[in-house]
Every structure is written in structure tokens, then in C-alpha cells.
């Protein structure tokens, strides 16, 4: 979604706002601008696209001011244009928004009957029209802003600076997320810690409904018309966590940290000297859980479809998942002593958050996996089980999800320790399995070279892709499906090995690839004992309608089949149970260089945005 921040200084603050939408321009990159005051009057420069074009006008039209507020946008309301782009402001205010104002219409019909010219196409400009007519009779920057937190319906963050008051800026949050940043005589408010991070570690993290009201020297924060007490706190975020160091791109930069992070993860989820895994004090017993509901969307969704298989496998539990925007209003009837589990990265996706709302509503024991502690996802749960894969800036996920995937797949362990259902010697085998994925990540990792040349050679050049995968290998397929469209733009499908019969065959001839996602195990007996029978018999009907294969396995693997595949890569041996994080980062492996290959925007994808904090 939308990226928001505003400054008090002590000096000009145009370049620092420029700064922090650069670390925000991961969250919407159609248009960007800033405000400042410039003798008490507002003066803006705003662009259509990305920031660089922000930053040529300001170039040419430099902005002074020491206070001051900026924006980099995914339109929701209003196509990107300059003229929609924020801040959006009238003589009296100017504001910058992040996620949509229900009753925007309803606003503007009122404001129009009142004589008031829009003069964009935003939800944002209710906002700036209603607290000018406030301000217009005579209220406070403070109680107009008050007011209008009374008449704002939807999920938002924003913040306002008024003309002629270089002392203050206000801010106010619902649903969204909003940071206050506490520095040294100069004060910051912004989406996240992460915007902050260069400027301050003290953050003051804002709850639902709070607006605050900064000045140079400190923040108060109100609900209503009281005020209220909200904790400053450290954050553990440095400016260099969020460069991307070396790399051409956040997105190889955050794959190669995936042996880290995964590291990270499990010394917090795991005990490497009993090879046993810590479990978490949770708000429950998996003895007495009925039944889990998982949700989430996009690849966290995928993440969910992966577990699924751990949970029912290792623990004997039943599972149901659904992504979650069609959850939420499907309304389904749900047990009691049920737990929810919603896997989200930026912990800030509104469907996500709406279906556990839903969830709650039914009683469920809400469970949230995050990267994001802080997040409304991880506030609104009863519990939290973090990844701790650091900030990942680029559009598309990759250490977030393989950190999800670890995560819950100690979550599957501890219930199937705590259940019975997983003996000591299974749990020791997979948690040597996770001490290892760290070694064989970077194993494939510096195998980028063979990746790079199936993407350049074979997938650069398709208009269409199939991924199929079987089991656990399934949701790989998907994920490898969802990767290579969003940043190649490429279509590309992923199946179910056995459905590919059901229909998709229609589309193989010989301009059509099939990436056979295949680690030559599995959980699952039954498929362990037919998989060369059955990939055996995928590769056939491939072959006999021209389609090439690219064979994703193991050595085992490779030997029997890779004969009669186009192309093939051996990725390195791996407990079939850990295997799906593996192949995991050889299908991102191939997004990335066919992408690379196709020359698009790797780390901003067309379209886009990071957090979808809108429906
Ligand atoms: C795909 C991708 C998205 C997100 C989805 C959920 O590469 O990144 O599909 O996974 O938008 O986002 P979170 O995890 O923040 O809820």
C-alpha cells in the first residue's frame, strides 16, 4: 500500500522525507510527493510514477521548509496521476493517507452541499475538505482532527500538517499501521519503524483509533478527546538492515539471506543439542484443539497450504485452509476449541486481518505468525509466533515465506510432540533435517548459475509456464507459478501433478515449458512408493505433446528421469519433509533470473504493492 511520512526539523527537511520514501517506496510506487511549509504556507511537489521522478522535480524546483510530510502511493481512489497524487491538500491542510476511507462518498456529497471543489479523484480529499471545514469554524487543528476521527469510516493511517502551524503535525491511525519516531529536539511520524529506522530507534507504535498530535519536542497521543499513555520503545531495526548491500536487487539480496534468517529462526524455535524443538507457550493445549483453520493470501497462503500437510502428517490434526479474502465472507461455521492460524509477513493484509476478526467472532483461538510483531495481525491474535526474518523490502516474498514455512513447521512438531502423534526419533530426524537446510540453501544457492540458465534459455523465452508438483510439492508448484508471473510477467500456472490430465494438458505443445517441481520422496507413503510411476507418467504425457521439461529433484531423482527432460538441476538431498523450503528457493532461484532475463523491475513489480492494507 501506501508509504507515509512527516517530519519536525531543525532543518530543511525535503531530502530526509525523500530518504524515507525510498525505504518506503516498496509499499506503492505509482506517484509520490511531499509538503512542507514555507511561511506558514503549504507548497508541495508531487509526481506521477516512481520516486526518481519525484526527485527530478525537486531538482528543478527545489522545496525548502522545516517541517514537512511525504507520500509514495498505490492508487486505490483515482488513477496514479499528478494531480492524485499525495499529499492532497486544500489552503488550510495537507494530508497524506494510506488505505481507504469507506465513507468517502458520503463525505464529499456533504462537503460539495456545503459549497467545497474537489479537485481529485482521491477518498484522501474528504479527509483534507472535512478538517478544513472545521478549521474554517474556528476549531483547533486538534479538535477538528478529533472530530473527524468520529466521521472517518475504513481502515487508514494519515497525517496532516496545517498551514500557518509550523509547531505541530497530527497523525491518526485505524486498522493501518503509524509510528512515532522520538528524536533530538525533531520528531517523526511514519508507516513503520522501518521508514524511521536512519532517524531514531525510539518508537512510539499507535493503536487503533489513536490520533497524536507532534511537536519539536515530544508526542501526545489521544483517543477521543482522551489521552492517553502509549509506550516508547526500541526498535532493533539499523539503516543498514534495509541497503541492499551488494546485490543487484533486495530480491537476490534476501534470498541469500536465507541461511541466516533461517538460522535466526530456528534458534529461537529450536534446541540444537537436544535436537528437540522449544515449544512456545501458547494459549492452549494441542491436545484439546478441535481443529485448525489456516489463512492468509498470496504466498502466505501458499505457506499455509504447505502446513497443512505438516499439521495433518505429524500431529493427526485436522486442517481446513482458505485464502483469506474468500474466508471472511464465507462466513464458515467453525468448531469450538478450534485455532486459527493466519500467516501474513507485513502482518498488515486487511483480508488477513478480517478473517480473523471472523474467526474471533466464532470463538477461535487466534494464533497470528508474522514477521512483524508490532502489526495489527499480531495485536489483534492471542498469540504470536514470530519469523524473524529481518525487513524484506523487495515486492515479492522469499525469506519471509521460508522462515513461515520453518516456523510452522516446529508449530507441527510441537503438536505432534505434545499429541503423541510424532515419536522422539522423528522429531530429532527433522530437526537435524532444519540444522541442515541452512548448508543445502547455500548449496543451491551457488548453484544460481544453473538456474540462471534454464530461466535465460528456456523460460525467458515461453509465453506461457506450467509448475506442477504433487503433495507438499503442490503449494512449491504455486508459489514457483506465482514468483515467475509477478516478476517476469510471464503467465504461468502451477497444478497438481494428477490434475494436469484434467485439463491444463490442453495447453502443452513444444513453446511451453513444464517445471516438474519432484524431490524423489515424500511424507507420504503412498505417493513415496508410485512417485517415479506417477512423475513417471507426467513426463510422458508431457513429452508426447512436445512440452518441454525442467526437472526439479534430487540426485535419485535426476538419474531416473532427468534422460527425458529437457533440462534438469539435482538440488541437494533433504528430508522430503524439509524439502519443500528447499525447492522453494529453486523455484524463486528461476523467477528471479528469467525476470533478470526479461529486464522488468524486479524488486517493484508492475502493479504491485507491498502490504495490502486495502480490499
Ligand atoms: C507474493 C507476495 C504476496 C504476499 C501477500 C500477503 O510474492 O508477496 O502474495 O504474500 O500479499 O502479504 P502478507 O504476507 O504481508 O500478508
Redesign the pocket.
Known sequence: MCGIIGIIGKAPVTPLLVDALKRLEYRGYDSAGVATLINGHIDRRRAEGKLVNLEARLKSEPLAGTIGIGHTRWATHGKPSERNAHPIATDRVAIVHNGIIENFQELKDELVAEGRRFESDTDTEAVAQLLTSYLERQMSPEAAMGKAMGRLRGAFALVAMFSGRHDILMGARRGSSLAVGHGDGEMYVGTDALALAPFTSRVTYLEDDDWVVLSSSGCAVYQGTTKVERPEKRSGLSGAMIGKGNHQHFMLKEMHEQPAVIGDTLQSYLDPATRAVRTPSLPFDWNTVSRITMT?????FYACMVAKYWFEKLARLPVEIEVASEFRYREPPLPEGGVCIA????G??ID?LEALRYAKSQKQILLAVTNVPESAIARFSHAVLPTLAGPEIC???TK?FTTQLIVLLNAAIAAGRARGTLSREDEERLALAMIELPARINETLNMEDDYRRIAENTLAQARDVLYLGRGASFPVALEGA??LK?LSYIHAEGYAGGEMKHGPIALIDDAVPVVVVAPSDSIFGKIASNFEHKIASNFEQVRARGGKLVLLSDARGVAKLGAKAETSIAVPDIDPVVAPILYTVAVQLLAYYTALAKGTDIDQPRNLAK??TVE
Do not use: I, P, R, Y
Not at 492468509?296 to 502466505?300: L, V
Open positions: 492468509g493470501c498470496g504466498t502466505a500467516v501474513s509477513q507485513s498488515e493484509t488477513t515486492v515479492a516474498s519471509a506465482l514468483k509477478e502490504s495490502v
